[in-house]
């Protein structure tokens, strides 16, 4: 697992970023994920349904990914 050396705020510094790692595979994808609370600062979590790859029937964060 690599980790950023710095936080890119751009799509174009993250691509920089990751093409300066060794092992960055050209065909990458991003995960992305998110925390988000109700007005009573409940989380709001998404069920993992039958047809996800993996992790079928656990909770997670709101989220997906970009290419």
Do not use: C, N
């Amino acid at each position: 697992m690599h980790l950023l050396k710095d936080e890119p705020t751009t799509i174009e510094d993250l691509r920089k970023e990751l093409a300066s790692l060794p092992d960055t595979p050209s065909d990458y994808s991003v995960a992305v994920e998110g925390l988000v609370f109700d007005e009573t600062a409940q989380w709001i979590l998404m069920h993992r349904g039958d047809k996800a790859g993996d992790e079928v029937g656990k909770l997670e964060g709101i989220g997906g990914r970009f290419d």
